[in-house]
């Protein structure tokens, strides 16, 4: 099993800018690409940002060009840093791993992380 615990969390300014991080641990080696999505209270759960095991990034619209994805590997910790804040992107954000499949890698295909508050705001 793999567990993910995001840190990182907290109130900012619009035009501010904030890194979370996902720990990674357990099983460590089961994690293969990794993802951050968020959620707005009232809304649904939404990609903001992806990164393959192989190191393509993909990121939602809102967030391009403000948002950067990262993963040390050594340290077994998935970043996300966000530039020039704004209101918008107040949300819980979650971390997110996908089970590489490997025969010693039971469990679910994907596991989650149980989030942490940006709120934006003056």
């Known amino acids: 099993q793999v567990q993910l615990d995001e840190f990182g969390g907290g109130l900012v300014q619009p035009g501010n800018s904030l890194r979370i991080q996902c720990v990674v641990s357990?099983?460590?080696?089961?994690?293969?690409?990794m993802a951050w999505y968020r959620q707005a209270s009232g809304r649904g759960r939404e990609l903001v940002a992806s990164?393959?095991?192989?190191?393509?990034?993909n990121y939602a619209d809102s967030v391009k060009g403000r948002f950067t994805i990262s993963r040390d590997h050594k340290q077994n910790v998935l970043y996300l840093q966000m530039n020039n804040l704004n209101f918008e992107d107040t949300a819980v954000y979650f971390c997110?791993?996908?089970?590489?499949?490997?025969?010693?890698?039971?469990?679910?295909?994907?596991?989650w992380g149980r989030g942490t508050q940006v709120t934006v705001s003056s």
């Open positions: 997110q791993a996908k089970n590489i499949g490997m025969p010693w890698c039971s469990g679910d295909d994907f596991w």
């Open positions: 990164l393959t095991i192989d190191g393509a990034t």
């Open positions: 357990g099983n460590t080696i089961c994690a293969n690409d």
